[in-house]
């Protein structure tokens, strides 16, 4: 699939639609934050996606796209990288010129737009500050060349249109089951959902408070319950067995990897329970191409996600008052896809709703339920 030139302009006039006077700036992280002063970390290795962050989207703002969007601001501000995803951000904000700020008190409630391009997601902290301070924005986390040129080069007007048709479609369904398999052993994993009404991640930020995950293009729900068992891949490639009961990861087993990396899972999701709730299920709606960052790649069509720890975000109750840890109260999504986990298969996803039955994927394959719902015809995925 080809995708037209990433334009700053574009992308932020199709998901904000900002007024005249409404003021932008500019966030990201390093592990010193310091190191933001003078712009000395584009001298520095690696920080790659800070720089992108710099190149083009602070000098994008300066260089015409805030004048034309009829926008003011157009700041950068540094905050110390997390140890984690949607941990919250220290309240400290570093400028180029030297100056230190206060999120709380110097920015949250001077800026109407923030966008966020972070190694970490910062969305769950985000969210809550607006909701505070009434401002919108979005989340970047994780950006490359690949996703600047095709998930943040996509219509969100046409991507809002395929979400919301997934999300009206799987709306008010009952269960989801999913069936894994791995070593030749099977395993299942039932989602309760009682009937709630799905939600989605579509792009589109016109009305505050309100922080978009980009690139968008999901449908998700916040689990009621759970149980059963499903296979998990870690960071360095080891594989664990999870076993849920009430919606809770209440073990991990060793499958293969690093035994440790298994055992330190499992001492987290025993000792600080709240870290081993499921948090989110989400689907995919779009042919974004695989960039390597979970935060475009679970939202290509055919994959799913299961997320534990944190989703007040999403309008679920584990709040970070829940963690005994605060560096536990991370949301942490567990991709499954033929590129991610080619370890583990998902035979067979079902849908259970008004009564029916409905094969969402074989194989991480979409059924024709999918097909006709989200693109209106069959199509080869």
Do not use: W
Not at 209 to 237: Q, W
Not at 332 to 358: Q, W
Request: proline residues 4%; contains cysteine; glycine residues 8%.
């Amino acid at each position: 699939m080809e995708y037209p030139p990433f334009d700053l302009y574009r992308l932020l006039d199709t998901v904000f639609k900002p007024k005249k006077g409404e003021r932008v700036a500019v966030l990201i992280d390093l592990k010193n934050p310091e190191d933001v002063k003078d712009f000395r970390y584009l001298e520095m290795d690696g920080n790659s996606i800070q720089k992108m962050a710099h190149e083009h989207f602070y000098l994008g703002l300066k260089n015409g796209v805030m004048e034309k969007l009829g926008m003011t601001g157009g700041e950068l501000f540094c905050y110390k990288e997390t140890l984690g995803s949607n941990l919250d951000l220290e309240d400290k904000a570093y400028a180029p010129d030297g100056t230190v700020l206060s999120f709380e008190k110097d920015i949250y409630p001077n800026y109407d737009i923030l966008l966020c391009i972070s190694t970490n997601s910062a969305t769950a902290p985000l969210t809550a500050s607006a909701k505070i301070h009434n401002f919108r924005g979005a989340t970047l986390h994780g950006l490359n060349e690949i996703i600047l040129n095709s998930g943040l080069s996509v219509d969100y007007e046409e991507v809002s249109k395929r979400a919301e048709r997934l999300r009206a479609a799987m709306s008010e369904a009952d269960a989801i089951e999913i069936e894994f398999k791995i070593k030749g052993k099977e395993y299942q994993l039932r989602i309760e959902l009682d009937g709630q009404v799905a939600q989605k991640s579509h792009g589109i930020c016109r009305v505050a408070p309100d922080i978009a995950n980009l690139p968008a293009g999901e449908v998700y729900y916040v689990p009621t319950n759970g149980e059963g068992h499903f296979p998990m891949k870690f960071e360095d490639g080891s594989i664990g067995l999870l076993t849920v009961k009430g919606a809770r990861v209440v073990e991990a087993e060793f499958v293969e990897g690093n035994p440790k990396t298994i055992e330190e899972f499992d001492r987290r999701v025993k000792t600080d329970k709240a870290t081993g709730f499921l948090g989110e299920l989400g689907f995919g709606t779009e042919l974004y191409p695989i960039a390597n960052h979970d935060i475009q790649d679970e939202k290509a069509f055919g994959t799913f996600h299961v997320a534990t720890g944190r989703n007040d975000h999403l309008g679920g109750d584990i709040t970070t008052d829940k963690f005994q840890d605060k560096n536990n109260a991370t949301h942490d999504d567990i991709l499954f896809s033929p590129h991610k986990t080619p370890e583990i298969d998902a035979p067979t996803v079902r849908l259970y709703r008004d009564g029916k039955v409905h094969i969402l994927y074989h194989s991480y394959r979409a059924g024709d339920f999918l097909k006709e719902v989200v693109y209106g015809e069959p199509i080869r995925n």
